[in-house]
């Protein structure tokens, strides 16, 4: 418990890492146990995460409209079935915590106070892995309006969590392509952000590693 006072984003860490870990078990059915649970885990998870780095009651304010919207959207799947719809509905809802999310972790992130550099570090980490979450989404958005969006047809919510995080570090494996035009400037643009990204969290880094060195001498 000591340990995660110190660093109050460690959870929202193991959250995140969690939830990157069991990404390839989600399938695109929500009316599937496996993952009814694995949904409920992360939207808590998140939310605690975010909750614990903030400390602000306007983010589980944001976060509990969002999360309704979101179970709103499971119950109308589960009494009419999917469609472009309520999946829309429901993309979009995530897509506003994950982004509430990482707005949070970039405020602490690149805060300029007295916390713990380290903490802040791993909270940068964060930030970087939301990124290819939120991504995903829009990914599993273009295939629900356009399901020949890439070269493979029915892909899992997990193939494209992986396909996003593959695009967002440039590592390109070639085994899932985007062929819609939209989706390819999507995808050029996350490979863009999160190069940006990185560029700014290790300039920052730097610039205060070598102002604490200059305070010290």
């Known amino acids: 418990m000591k340990l995660f006072s110190k660093y109050k984003s460690l959870f929202l860490f193991l ?3 969690v939830v990157l870990l069991t990404s390839p078990f989600i399938g695109g059915d929500v009316r599937h146990l496996p993952n009814i649970l694995l949904g409920i885990f992360w ?5 605690i995460g975010g909750y614990i780095v903030s400390k602000s009651f306007q983010w589980m304010l944001v976060y509990a409209v969002m999360i309704g919207i979101v179970l709103l959207s499971v119950v109308f799947e589960f009494l009419i079935g999917a469609n472009i719809g309520i999946q829309t509905l429901q993309n979009i809802g995530v897509i506003c915590i994950q982004t ?3 707005y949070v972790v970039l405020k602490y992130s690149l805060s300029s106070n007295e916390e713990d550099a380290t903490d802040r570090t791993l909270c940068g980490i964060c930030g970087y892995f939301l990124i290819g979450l939120i991504w995903s989404r829009f990914f599993i958005l273009f295939q629900v309006f356009d399901p020949d969006a890439f070269n493979q047809t029915n892909l ?16 390109g494996y070639g085994d899932i392509t985007p062929i819609n035009p939209f989706t390819r400037i999507v995808a050029t643009l996350e490979s863009a952000f999160g190069t940006l990204y990185l560029a700014v969290m ?3 880094l730097v610039s205060e590693l070598r102002s604490a060195k200059s305070t010290i001498q």
């Open 43 to 47: 939207a808590v998870s998140i939310g």
């Open 202 to 204: 290790i300039a920052t």
């Open 100 to 102: 509430c999310a990482f």
């Open 15 to 17: 959250s995140i890492l």
């Open 156 to 171: 899992k919510e997990g193939d494209l969590v992986y396909f996003s995080l593959v695009n967002l570090t440039t590592l």
